[in-house]
């Protein structure tokens, strides 16, 4: 759960706008079952802020205009240096 009121909104906010989004056109694609492996090799900052943006590439299209920089607080929060070292110690 988001820390601040403001980031929960947001994330509110993407949600519907990924729920209205697939209303008007619902993915057609196949999915992959990742299980466990989708953390274990893609939960790093990197591919995180990667899969953001191409999220909010097809909002974008659909008219939802999200900017990358409004979840610049969600990435910090989720893999900020200190939460890191703590995990590491415990």
Same mark, same amino acid.
């Given at each position: /759960?988001?820390?601040?009121? !403001?980031?929960? %909104?947001?994330? /509110?906010?993407?949600?519907? +706008?990924?729920?209205? /989004?697939?209303?008007? +056109?619902? *993915? #057609? @694609? +196949? %999915?992959?079952?990742? @299980?466990?492996?989708?953390? =274990? !090799?893609?939960?790093?900052?990197? *591919?995180?802020? %990667?899969?953001?943006?191409?999220?909010? +590439?097809?909002?974008?299209?659909s008219g939802f205009d999200? #900017?990358?920089?409004w979840f610049?607080?969600?990435? #910090? *929060?989720? *893999?900020?240096?200190? !939460?890191? =070292?703590? $995990? $590491?110690?415990?």
């Open positions: /759960m988001a820390p601040h009121v !403001r980031m929960n %909104l947001l994330q /509110m906010l993407l949600v519907r +706008a990924l729920v209205c /989004m697939f209303w008007r +056109a619902p *993915f #057609e @694609g +196949a %999915l992959v079952r990742w @299980g466990a492996a989708l953390h =274990d !090799r893609f939960m790093l900052p990197h *591919f995180v802020a %990667l899969d953001l943006i191409e999220v909010l +590439a097809p909002l974008r299209e999200f #900017e990358e920089q610049a607080a969600h990435l #910090e *929060f989720s *893999f900020s240096q200190d !939460r890191v =070292d703590r $995990r $590491r110690r415990s």
